[in-house]
């Protein structure tokens, strides 16, 4: 059957650049270059190419660039070239249509439409060059008061189980398995060199990341793979995931040929099979059976370590959240549309869920409506791109902040949503080894420090302008965010004012 | 427009400077509001006339048993229906318009009343609350839903006397040198942006609670939403406002000491708490845990009046100024040095407040009962150190007299 | 003294190395010049051996007791007593090749040339030239699998 699918993108190559090093041809796991020895030039089979960017970035004479495949649809607004495409590779395989990465639709994002405020004159803004400038934060539940004996100085019980870190942000979730070993390590190095912390996401932890336990987050999912009592005891924070951002309501399919030997040992399930995560938690069909699991957990690890639970923000995200935090959660993580996945399938990652923005302000105000916020923590996820988006998602009510798609750009990914097929030519979303010695952890550890300090240091930069020296002051302060270009309604849910007012 | 029509304290946030000074004596003895008046009108510079008040502790010795309160009414039927509905929930013992004087420079004022009552016993027992918590709350229901009336202080044996204008001339109105008190504060107000409203004035006040307060606080929308929690409306949107809430959860329901709460909303910073020895770096880490949205950032200076002294903060970083003095057992606290210097040429000990070190005075009985307790539990190290009748600087090592 | 190190772990097969190596190893210092129209085509002394599942970049030891100057019959090929980076000088080399038959790793190599082949070989550019910086491979190195390191026993 002759397919309809045109190329996604065209390589443009500046041949007079080009010296035919062959660089690109061993850079490209899709196969795309070609040096052809009797043409005298490098070719391209252009429908390949994936945008990863790769040969791009390791041309040693910039003589690369990918543009869109230059195909103009024909100018109508609902039959759009990407809308017949996706119809052209249905029918040709009869598939649901799989994609990666977070949501790219037209929605809004309402980031974009958060300033910041600054002081002037009747507050000084801090200088965090003289000035302590915190962005310490713990994880964990906590008593609405403490009792304490005030003569002796010590609290009249011990605190439950909190984690600390050092910065307001952490890796979220992504399994080895649906990336490479050494991406995970990357960040297991990179968490524990900024007092954060990684998440395994639901794919067991490595043995070779066990000594990085004190910094990191294992995940149990619906599959619980990889869970036994030694793993929920390494971590310092438990995860329950019952939905991610970017494919709310449905599981996860590590396909079988990622499941090497590594892989397998680690998620305890035989090599070769497909590791299918059921949609739903089986012994989760409300919230009491998740206030079971919670406390299951709890016990195996005998009461030493938060559990949080991670939704994905959905509709009715506000009252969920509620539930969860009475059900026994110590730390809510609310996933928003646009966070990554290895794989989803396209229509679900493009048309289900909310924005993170909206969701977090609406769990943040109905937990404090309720009078418990301050009993749990808050973790925002799904996008966030950088350190002012962090002090959005603070001052919007997040005590924290998970990050992956943030991360792994500074890996190497570029974004292409060409996880799915193991083929990653950054060493990240692949277990192929020749792919995945691409990336050194000791330089992906350093990549990812580096760009952590530099958010950090701009949150503390913003943050003085703010007149705030510390991390808690921000959160929740809804009143340094104003919005542009919103409506009454969503001004109303962020709980923002407009610019001007 | 009239000033109604603007935007008030409550419509929006408004930032202020301010002055703040507060005159205590130790042994609890009263004198009349000629030193406090000088005081603050010394720093009439640092107030634009859009706001001026005063907080008077033991006024009231006939009534110490009753709220006193102030309430201040912009018509008839706020007065109406405020009478109304204190006569539905209180027992009133008496009440009088409060004497004021006609100030040049002092226009528009509200119709001014002070009632003395205690909670209907059958109401308060019906509600399950206890007594202060059941005039919070209709405190609060007063100034929220009836319209021209607002209640300027609900304490016993106290009072607040505030409103627009210049602070030496809101005291004359008010002719604060008729009354005696053993502790007053003082506030003059500029505001950037107010027309200016009685309501909106300082000292604010809960119950025994007075705020005076000079900066303005980064932290507010952060503390606003944690204190609005607990049921504490922030009608008003100032910055006194939401600390007098903090020390009133802190203190009245979570029952910290005054100093403890202080220290809890200007906490140590974490590179202290981590040279600390595990043990109390456990304790402030758990404090800062639990009680992170209380914590206050960005300028402030504030001295928090109560029954049993007052008690001073500067922020973290010390941005605000704020001067201390005495002379035998009087205290004085003032935004300058002159202010205290023009009513006590020969105070001693003049010093500035560290910032974020809450420094207390208390009434010599006040110190003393505690320094029994601590006696009778001698495993209250802190309690025990305090020398009675001393000013104690609590939270930091050092005992400066 | 520093030397380069190939962790085999790490190489990625991508070659960007010998692209480096080249253009430092021209006149113009261009890579494009270098690869299309200088003449003699400059010559990169590193080289990426194996193939895609396995590859390790080999370049000049500059070993302590080195077999190629040993072999040397015209004085080309010298030790540096200072720094210890072999050289060879085409001057006085004579193309004999006795130092492209006795080098343990392959790492010296003959030019094609029209009137005379000469020796090359790494000459440890950068600081062990007494220029600044990392030898051109090292900096080109995209994954670390070529590092400039302090050196025992060179």
Redesign the interface.
């Known amino acids: 059957m002759l397919d309809y699918l045109l190329p996604r993108y065209k390589v443009l190559r500046d041949n ?2 080009c ?5 690109c041809e ?2 490209c796991a899709n196969e795309v270059h070609r040096v052809d020895e009797e043409l005298g030039r490098v070719t391209a089979d252009h429908k390949k190419c994936v945008n990863c960017q790769r040969c791009v970035v ?1 041309c ?2 910039q003589a690369l660039a990918i543009t869109r495949w230059p195909q103009v649809g024909n100018g109508s607004n609902n039959w759009t070239l990407q809308a017949m495409q996706d119809i052209a590779k249905q029918a040709q395989t009869g598939a649901v249509l799989l994609s990666s990465m977070g949501n790219p639709q037209h929605y809004p994002i309402y980031w974009d439409h958060l300033l910041l405020n600054a002081s002037q004159v009747t507050n000084p803004s801090i200088d965090p060059l003289r000035e302590p400038m915190e962005t310490r934060v713990f994880l964990g539940s906590r008593p609405e008061a403490l009792k304490v004996n005030e003569g002796a100085r010590t609290a009249a019980a011990p605190l439950p189980p909190q984690i600390k870190l050092d910065v307001p942000i952490m890796f979220s979730a992504m399994s080895f398995g649906s990336v490479s070993l050494n991406a995970q390590k990357s960040l297991a190095m990179a968490a524990e060199e900024l007092g954060t912390y990684f998440n395994t996401g639901e794919g067991g932890l490595h043995k070779d990341l066990e000594r990085y336990g004190d910094h990191a987050v294992v995940q149990v999912a619906s599959g619980r793979f990889g869970v036994d009592v030694r793993y929920l005891n390494a971590g310092a924070m438990i995860e329950i995931k019952i939905g991610q951002g970017a494919k709310p309501g449905i599981g996860g399919h590590l396909p079988g040929e990622k499941i090497n030997e590594e892989v397998s040992q680690t998620r305890m399930i035989p090599q070769g099979t497909d590791a299918i995560s059921p949609a739903p938690h089986h012994d989760i069909y409300s919230i009491e059976d998740l206030r079971q699991l919670i406390y299951s957990l709890k016990e195996a690890t005998r009461y030493a370590k938060p559990v949080a639970v991670k939704i994905a923000a959905v509709h009715n995200a506000a009252a969920i959240a509620s539930g969860m935090a009475r059900a026994g959660a110590d730390v809510i993580v609310v996933d928003g549309f646009r966070g990554g996945t290895g794989a989803a399938p396209a229509r679900i990652r493009d048309n289900v869920g909310i924005p993170l923005e909206l969701a977090l302000a609406a769990v943040d105000q109905r937990l404090r409506d309720e009078g418990i916020r301050s009993r749990v923590s808050l973790v925002a996820a799904g996008s966030i791109r950088s350190s002012a988006d962090v002090v959005r998602a603070v001052a919007l009510g997040a005590d924290a902040v998970y990050c992956a798609s943030a991360a792994l750009i500074a890996l190497g990914c570029h974004q292409c949503q060409d996880c799915a097929s193991g083929k990653c030519n950054w060493g990240i979303a692949t277990q192929r ?2 792919l995945t ?4 952890p ?2 992906g550890a350093e990549r990812v420090v580096n760009l952590v300090r530099a958010w950090n240091h701009e949150i503390q930069e913003m943050m003085g302008g703010m007149g705030i020296n510390a991390i808690d002051s921000l959160r929740g302060n809804r009143l340094m965010l104003r919005g542009v270009g919103l409506n009454e309604k969503e001004l109303e849910i962020l709980g923002v004012k407009h610019a001007g007012e | 427009m009239s000033p109604r029509e603007r935007l008030r304290e409550g419509a929006t946030r408004i930032p202020s400077g301010c002055a703040i000074a507060g005159i205590m004596d130790r042994t609890g003895r009263r004198h009349d509001g000629d030193d406090i008046l000088k005081s603050i009108a010394l720093m009439h510079d640092r107030s634009n006339g859009l706001g001026g008040g005063f907080a008077a502790y033991g006024i009231y010795p006939e009534y110490a048993e009753l709220y006193a309160f102030h309430i201040m009414y912009e018509s008839k039927e706020a007065r109406t229906e405020t009478e109304a509905y204190l006569d539905a929930h209180f027992m009133c013992e008496k009440q009088e318009r409060i004497p004021t004087e006609n100030v040049r420079g002092i226009q528009d004022p509200p119709d001014i009343w002070r009632y003395f009552a205690a909670p209907h016993p059958v109401k308060l027992n019906m509600s399950g609350l206890d007594e202060a918590e059941y005039t919070m709350q209709h405190v609060f229901r007063i100034n929220a839903s009836i319209d021209g009336a607002f209640v300027a202080s609900s304490g016993k044996n106290m009072g607040a006397f505030k409103g627009v204008g210049y602070p030496e001339d809101i005291g004359e109105f008010y002719r604060i040198r008729d009354y005696d008190a053993w502790l007053w504060t003082a506030h003059g107000r500029f505001p950037t942006n107010t027309p200016g409203w009685w309501g909106g004035a300082h000292p604010f006040t809960l119950l025994n609670w007075s705020i005076v307060h000079n900066g303005e606080i980064s932290s507010y929308d952060a503390n606003r939403r944690y204190v609005e929690q607990y049921g504490y409306d922030c009608a008003l949107m100032t910055d006194t406002e939401v600390i007098t809430y903090l020390f009133d959860l802190l203190v009245r329901r979570h029952g910290f000491s005054q100093e403890m709460a202080a220290h809890i909303m200007c906490a140590p910073a974490w590179d202290v708490i981590d040279k600390m020895e595990p043990e109390r770096a456990a304790f402030e880490t758990a404090l800062r845990c639990v009680y992170s949205s209380a914590l206050v950032n960005g300028p402030m200076s504030v001295i928090l009046g109560s029954d049993e002294g007052m008690l001073a903060l500067n922020d973290r970083l010390k941005l605000r100024a704020l001067m201390a003095g005495e002379k035998g057992s009087m205290v004085y606290l003032a935004s300058e040095q002159a202010a205290i210097e023009i009513v006590c040429p020969d105070v001693e000990n003049v010093r500035s407040i560290d910032g974020g070190v809450p420094f207390v005075v208390q009434l010599d009985e006040v110190a003393a009962r505690k320094a029994r307790k601590a006696d009778e539990s001698p495993s209250d190290p802190v309690a025990s150190c305090v020398p009675p009748a001393r000013v104690t600087v609590a939270c930091n090592e050092k005992r400066e007299v | 003294m520093k030397r380069i190190y190939a962790i085999e ?8 190395c ?3 190596c080249k ?1 430092f190893h021209s006149h113009s210092k261009d ?2 010049k ?3 129209v200088e003449y003699p085509e400059p010559q990169n002394r590193v080289r990426v051996e194996g193939g ?2 396995l590859s390790v970049a080999v370049n000049c030891r500059h070993c302590a007791d080195p077999k190629c100057v040993e072999g040397c019959i015209s004085g080309a090929m010298t030790k540096n007593p200072v720094t210890g980076v072999v050289t060879s000088n085409p001057e006085k080399c004579v193309g004999c090749r006795t130092c492209v038959g006795m080098c343990p790793f392959g790492c010296v190599r003959i030019e094609d040339a029209v009137e005379k082949g000469v020796a090359y070989k790494c000459d440890l550019c950068g600081d062990g030239l007494g220029q600044p910086g990392e030898p051109s491979c090292v900096a ?1 190195c ?4 070529l590092i400039y390191v302090e050196s025992e026993g060179c």
């Open positions: 007079d650049q010296v035919q090093c062959g660089v061993r850079s390791m040693p004479t080894p020749e010695r691409r990336l050194n000791e330089i | 772990q790490w190489c990625i097969d991508c070659k960007r010998e692209v480096a253009t890579t494009v270098a690869f299309t895609l599942q080109a995209p994954n670390r699998a």
